[in-house]
């Protein structure tokens, strides 16, 4: 309870320091507040324990307490209730189109490229609360796997269903897969509209060239982030099928159209990333969240209560009832 209670002249419980004193003043003055008679001998007169002395301390307490709630009420004592209201002033629209051919299955990330991509991306998609998020496929061809869409639960389990399959012909369209993300934005009333593009190679599938795609995202105001996907050199990389179903794997050499990436990246006033292990994807995620800022604009509305009143209530309460008690349970006449 007391926690939610702020005081707004503090400086007021300096006043306590005079309770000591007033404590003092009192043993010291008690006797002599306290009417005596003195006689020469107690002979005849019958003697009783009586408790009614005793109590007269209380109306002592009964102003020290008064005293207290007093100086409390003047300290200014308040609830402050809180509430808050956001409003977003400026939207971003994101469509990451991800690479889905055979090659994201190498295992130079770990477990392997494509697995650990959707789990970097899931989280950049729960850091991003007040952005509208959609995602493309591509391999030879592509589709758009979700539209955009601020329900990051629909997001998060279709990114989690992304998989290598046989459903869309294998190879790299990478014009293919930045077009069909321009059109998922151009129609976009966002302020800021964003591409985040992301392959394993090169461009050797689909009839769209990536600069045309890139031509269009700039026509339309996309700005587009561009990530190669791999290590340098040789990755063990599925080149098979076994009778089985499972891959074959042997280590080949890493091949990422890096020119390309950077030509779409720089054309359409973004950036080109290269991620050549698990923590390195990671951070190219977490600068893209860096650079892409939502600007929200929030306002807080606070109501004070006052808690004052009741102090002094109590206070004055206590007064009187020393005061009555004073004058009749421990009044004298002597």
Known sequence: MLEHIEFVNKEFFWLLLILPIVILWYVIKRHKQTSELKISSLKGFKVTN????????????????????????LARPQTVDVSTRTKTTRGIDIVMAIDVSGSMLAKDLSPNRLEALKKVA????????NDRIGLVEYAGESY???PITSDKAIVLRSLSSIKYNNVIEDGTAIGMG?????????????????????????NNSGFIDPRIASEL?????IKTYTIGLGTNGMALSPVARLPNGDF?????????????????ASVTGGRYFRATN??????????????????????KFYNYEEKFRPLVLIAGLLLFMELV??????????
């Open 325 to 334: 008690l004073r004058y009749t349970v421990f009044r004298t006449f002597v």
């Open 217 to 221: 995202a700039v026509e339309y105001g």
């Open 248 to 264: 074959q794997y042997r280590r080949i050499q890493v091949e990422i159209d890096e020119d390309l990436l950077k030509e779409i």
């Open 50 to 73: 009586s408790w009614l002395p005793k109590m007269k301390h209380g109306l002592f307490i009964l102003r020290l307490l008064a005293l207290v709630l007093l100086i409390t009420a």
């Open 178 to 202: 930045l077009a069909t993300a321009v059109n998922r934005l151009k129609d976009s009333k966002a302020k800021s509209k964003v591409i985040i593009l992301l392959t394993d190679g090169v």
């Open 122 to 129: 899931a989280n950049f998609i729960k850091n991003r609360p």
């Open 278 to 299: 698990n923590r390195k994807l990671e951070a190219i995620y977490d600068e893209i969240n860096k650079l892409e800022k939502t600007e929200i604009e929030e306002f």
């Open 144 to 146: 758009t796997k979700t």
